[in-house]
């Protein structure tokens, strides 16, 4: 299976700061039909995970455009200009272009300080 | 407004079997695939299930295979996982998900335990 390694684990900003979070892939998410299929989740405490980006940088709909996705073939990047005290919680990407087998990141919690 | 509501939550002992339920509103449920996919206490997500709009294919993870069965019943617009031979790893919340992760059901937990 496609391993899905996120860095870093977990990181603690200020609200206004920006944040990156990074996803590797142990293959290219480049699929056959020419798309890539890395999607990022957001999961904040106590509630269901919640799909933020698709298809590397489309921004689902609701989804503030402080948001965005960037990367190709096994690097890709999630960044938030500026955190907000909603952004908490645990960030993961996950990848359906080796479909059926879907695989996620470990996950970035990101802490407001 | 889509809304996936999982039912079936409860705690079993190691060997018994369970099934859970996904009832789905808001969007044309016959038309899209579905999953499962379940969380350990503290732990990652881990996808465990697929199933075609017309249940025509079903996939599953290796930690399922053979122990776990999802079905659909597009006429009740429900999603089904049957899970036997339930071990304690298998304790996790359990959730099902639309097509590619666009919507979530809020959840349900499933403790196996002695």
């Known amino acids: 299976d496609v391993v899905m390694t996120q860095t870093p684990v977990s990181l603690s900003l200020a609200i206004g700061q920006p944040a990156s979070i990074s996803c590797k892939s142990s293959?290219?998410?480049?699929?056959?039909?020419?798309?890539?299929?890395l999607s990022w989740i957001l999961q904040r405490p106590g509630q269901s995970p919640k799909r933020l980006i698709y298809?590397?940088?489309k921004l689902d709909s609701g989804v503030p455009d402080r948001f965005s996705g960037s990367g190709s073939e096994t690097e890709f990047t999630l960044k938030i200009s500026r955190v907000e005290a909603e952004d908490l919680g645990v960030y993961y990407c996950?990848?359906?272009?080796?479909?059926?087998?879907?695989?996620f990141g470990s996950g970035t919690k990101l802490e407001i300080k | 407004e889509v809304q996936l509501v999982e039912s079936g939550e409860g705690l079993v002992q190691p060997g018994s079997s369970m099934k859970l339920s996904c009832v789905a509103s808001?969007?044309?449920?016959?038309?899209?695939?579905m999953n499962w996919i379940r969380q350990a206490p503290k732990k990652g997500l881990e996808w465990i299930a697929l199933?075609?709009?017309?249940?025509?294919?079903?996939y599953y993870a290796d930690s399922v295979k053979g122990r776990f069965t999802i079905s659909r019943d597009n006429s009740k617009n429900t999603l089904y996982l049957e899970m036997n031979s339930l071990r304690s790893e298998d304790t996790a919340m359990y959730y099902c998900?639309?097509?590619?992760?666009?919507?979530w059901g809020q959840g349900v937990m499933v403790t196996v335990s002695s």
């Open positions: 808001g969007f044309t449920f016959s038309n899209y695939g």
């Open positions: 996950w990848q359906a272009t080796h479909f059926p087998h879907l695989t």
């Open positions: 293959q290219s998410l480049v699929h056959s039909d020419g798309k890539t299929y």
């Open positions: 998900a639309k097509d590619f992760f666009d919507y």
């Open positions: 298809l590397v940088s």
């Open positions: 199933i075609y709009y017309d249940s025509s294919s079903k």
